[in-house]
């Protein structure tokens, strides 16, 4: 199986790739067109990423792509629909990276109470400004919002509680009962949690529902001096709204994620946001770039393609269709040959029925297996029979549904 992987990467992760009996080509530096001209050259099966957009020409640059998966949490740099179009698989690695983007966004919470950045500039500057910055309001007793309580929300909430703040939180899936589990108070939407908080942080993955969610109906309820966090991605906020909102009043802005941003390591780039009159400190999307996250998604990767060499299952698939009942289930008992299978599935198509997935489980001793095969639409009653009376080979056959 060859393996491309066009990002950066950790080393042992290539090499325990290779000890699985892959062919590793590792080219860090592949984005655009080059990335599209290496998946053809290459004839990669499966194309592992980090931060490097994959766009529909690439994922149809060569015919034996089969499987992609994004060493990060997100996905959204990934054309999915092209991939799912084109019969590849789309995998993440969904919380790896919690602890270290929760470290971040504490960091960027303790800077702006603190104003580190600014005091540092200064006396890099050879200015001391003791007067100015020994003015700090200080965490303890503050309230913090958590907007989205995934596992980095989670995060976020527990080092909050570290700090004897009292912590607010939304999210799609959260109830009453949940979060008086998780030790924070339920708010039942995105404005409420702005309303009640000092410090607003967002932890929301990116996805058609939260997409601009974070705009000025929410923006409008955080109080004059808040503090606003965004180490999730930069979509599911409003930057223009944050941007003349934080300069009405006064606000002071984390950021990891900007719109806009290169697609390269290194570029040029001056986000209106950090440019308001209002305290602003950011960093350069690196909410996942520890190596304790970094190990932790290489060991996940690894994990996926294994699973993916071993048995076809792509563990964390993002663009599987969702669960939708079949028309139908077959249940096919037959003796283990070869050409048993063939013949009933060539019976369904025949009749144009279509397979939309089968499991075929071996029992004991490996003679007889049973075949669950879902299905488009129900097989008559004469399809049942031939499928039963058309070879020796079939024990018996139903249909469910």
Same mark, same amino acid.
Do not use: Y
């Given at each position: 199986m060859k393996v491309l992987i066009a990002d950066k990467f950790q080393s042992w992760g290539g090499d325990a790739l290779s000890n699985c009996g892959c062919e590793v080509q590792h080219?860090?530096?592949?984005?655009?067109?080059?990335?599209? #001209? =290496?998946?053809? &050259?290459?004839?990669?099966?499966? /194309? *592992?990423?980090?931060?490097?957009?994959?766009?529909? #020409? =690439?994922?149809? &640059?060569?015919?034996?792509?089969? /499987? *992609?998966v994004r060493a990060g949490a997100g996905y959204n740099s990934i054309d999915v629909e092209a991939a799912s179009k084109h019969g590849v698989f789309v995998a993440n690695c969904p919380g790896k990276n919690a602890i270290a983007v929760a470290e971040l966004a504490f960091g960027l919470i303790l800077t702006l109470d603190r104003r580190i950045v600014e005091g540092t500039n200064d006396l890099c500057s050879g200015l001391w400004n003791k007067a100015q910055y020994a003015v700090a309001r200080g965490l303890k007793g503050r309230t913090l919002g958590v907007i989205g309580l995934g596992e980095i929300g989670k995060s976020v909430a527990r080092l909050a509680r570290s700090f004897e703040m009292k912590v607010v939180a939304w999210s799609r899936s959260l109830t009453p009962e949940t979060a008086a589990s998780l030790g924070v108070e339920f708010c039942a939407e995105p404005a409420a949690v702005a309303e009640a908080c000092d410090i607003l942080s967002i932890h929301l993955a990116l996805t058609s529902e939260t997409r601009g969610m974070i705009g000025e109906n929410v923006l409008s309820h955080l109080r004059e001096g808040s503090f606003v966090i965004n180490t999730s991605r930069a979509e599911v906020l409003d930057y223009v709204a944050l941007h003349r909102l934080a300069a009405e009043r006064q606000w002071r802005v984390g950021l990891d994620v900007y719109p806009g941003e290169p697609g390269s390591g290194k570029g040029e780039f001056a986000p209106a946001v950090m440019q308001g009159k209002y305290v602003a400190c950011g960093t350069h999307h690196i909410g996942a770039s520890t190596d304790q996250a970094q190990n932790a998604i290489a060991s996940e990767t690894v994990r996926i393609v294994e699973a993916y060499l071993r048995t076809g299952q792509v563990p964390n698939c993002v663009n599987l269709r969702e669960d939708e009942s079949p028309a139908c289930c077959l249940k096919v008992r037959h003796i283990n040959k070869p050409g048993v299978l063939a013949r009933?599935?060539?019976e369904l198509s025949q009749t144009g029925i279509n397979v939309e997935e089968m499991n075929n489980v071996l029992l004991e001793g490996d003679h007889a297996a049973c075949a669950l095969i879902h299905l488009d639409a129900k097989p008559s009653a004469e399809v049942m029979e031939r499928i039963v009376s058309g070879s020796a080979d079939v024990m018996a056959a139903s249909v469910a549904g």
């Open positions: 080219e860090p530096a592949l984005a655009g067109d080059t990335l599209r #001209d =290496a998946v053809k &050259a290459s004839g990669c099966q499966i /194309l *592992i990423v980090r931060g490097t957009k994959v766009a529909a #020409d =690439a994922i149809t &640059a060569g015919d034996s792509l089969g /499987l *992609i009933v599935l060539n």
